[in-house]
């Protein structure tokens, strides 16, 4: 049985021990402000938000003039006029030349477009709204998804730790039993009872250690570290005093409010409107301020310049059906961001209603196994010291010592299944930032 013993409980106990040396314990507030800090995800969203910036500040270049160079060099196969001609005088011949050379400098400037520009603007603003607005849920999707992983090894060691204790009462028990059938007090089923009941908690804690690494591992991988750099080190603890609300009115409001996603939708709507007013756009007419000098030479090195000014007024009488179809695409896309943000609130709305439900069972959950708990704790007690003095039957107390395992598991879970909860309510509300961490989780308020 000893050596039973070795083989199932050294491994696991080798990785609970030896890593937990003396550490700087890990506070859930410190992984989140490094996660935030290197894992890829920030990396993407941050460059959503500048690429939609770079948008912005393209769309507001339109409203400034354009300056443009251009030049030429061309070899014609007969003589060409060097300059354009603006008169004809028999006694100065215009000048031929098979080699001719351009250089022009061109300015124009947009004074109406039907407001098109203003629409390209007010989309790109949108859409650098709604980057920015992505940004945050990626934010709080990967703060939500590191608080659920910090609590999930929290919950586990403190499994493996009810698993541990478990196996030390039967490991007590087991030598109980042994000395009272070694001096003929008991039968020989009371020792193989024993043996079971320590051989299946042994192997339940080999089992939940096997958990623990994996939770340990998936922690340290968001962290971008090692995948056994967390193995055994101290986490700080994590607890939420705050009682669920009974109203559920104001969480709702507050999430349709400053959701992060429904921002984000919200924008696209925005956008899409823009691009409808683009699109309308189209149908009115384009009024352009233009000026233009020229410089023209040819291989004899003769240079003349000149300019030009005016004012250019363009009307499109047939596009093939291109206004047509912006307009019909800008509706879609309009119809399409509505119906969007009216199925995205709708989700929110569930997922308020969802953590509440978690955080209000999970609550009464601990208050009811905390008094379990208590309750089983003083059974097996008073079945252990019955069972000492020989008028207590074995049976009962290896029943009393399961219960208290099953009801500190369970209890674990419960109050980490809370704080999660809470976590997912801040998430849906929009709160849910490093900040929040600090002063509602490792503070306990």
């Known amino acids: 049985m000893r050596r039973l013993l070795q083989v199932l409980l050294l491994p696991s106990l080798a990785c609970l021990v030896s890593p937990l040396r003396a550490q700087t314990p890990l506070t859930l507030g410190d992984a989140a402000a490094t996660v935030l800090r290197v894992h890829p995800t920030m990396a993407a969203a941050e460059a959503a938000v500048a690429r939609a910036e770079s948008g912005g500040r393209e769309a507001r270049s339109a409203l400034l003039p354009s300056l443009q160079l251009d030049g030429s060099a061309m070899r014609f196969e007969e003589p060409m006029v060097i300059a354009p001609l603006h008169g004809f005088d028999p006694t100065h011949p215009p000048r031929f030349d098979n080699t001719l050379y351009q250089g022009a400098a061109s300015l ?46 929290l919950a586990t060691r403190e499994l493996v730790a009810a698993h541990r204790a478990r196996v030390e009462a039967m490991a007590s028990e087991r030598s109980r039993a042994a000395q009272t059938f070694e001096q003929g007090r008991a039968a020989r089923l009371v020792l193989l009872r024993a043996d079971a009941a320590l051989s299946s908690a042994a192997s339940d804690t080999v089992q939940a250690t096997s958990q623990l690494q994996h939770a340990e591992r998936t922690l340290a991988r968001l962290l971008t570290q090692d995948p056994d750099a967390l193995r055994g080190r101290p986490l700080a603890p994590v607890r939420s005093d705050a009682v669920p609300p009974a109203e559920r009115t104001a ?13 984000r939708a919200r924008a696209q709507v925005a956008a899409a409107e823009r691009t409808q007013a683009e699109a309308r756009a189209a149908w009115l007419p384009r009024l352009q ?9 040819s291989s004899q090195g003769v240079e003349t310049g000149e300019w030009q000014g005016g004012v250019q007024l363009g009307y499109p009488l047939f596009t093939g059906g291109a206004r047509l179809a912006a307009g019909d695409r800008a509706q879609a896309e309009l119809v399409a961001a509505r119906a969007d943000l009216a199925a995205l609130e709708l989700r929110v709305a569930d997922a308020v209603d969802a953590a509440l439900s978690a955080w209000a069972a999970a609550h009464a959950q601990v208050a009811a196994l905390t008094a379990v708990l208590a309750q089983a704790q003083e059974v097996v007690r008073v079945e252990q010291l019955a069972l000492r003095q020989g008028a207590g039957v074995q049976s009962d107390y290896l029943l009393a010592e399961a219960e208290v395992f099953r009801a500190r598991a369970a209890l674990a879970q419960a109050r980490y299944t809370e704080v999660g909860a809470r976590v997912e309510l801040a998430r849906a509300t929009g709160e849910l930032s490093v900040p929040w961490l600090h002063e509602n989780l490792e503070n306990g308020q």
């Open 108 to 153: 124009s400037y947009t004074l109406f477009d039907g407001g098109a520009r203003r629409a390209r603007i007010g989309r790109a603003d949108r859409l650098t709204a709604a980057a920015e607005a992505g940004a945050a849920a990626a934010t709080q999707a990967l703060l939500s998804q590191l608080a659920q992983s910090y609590l999930r090894v």
């Open 251 to 263: 969480p709702l409001t507050l999430a349709l409010a400053h959701n992060a996603e429904v921002q």
């Open 289 to 297: 301020l233009a000026g233009r000098f020229t410089e023209y030479a």
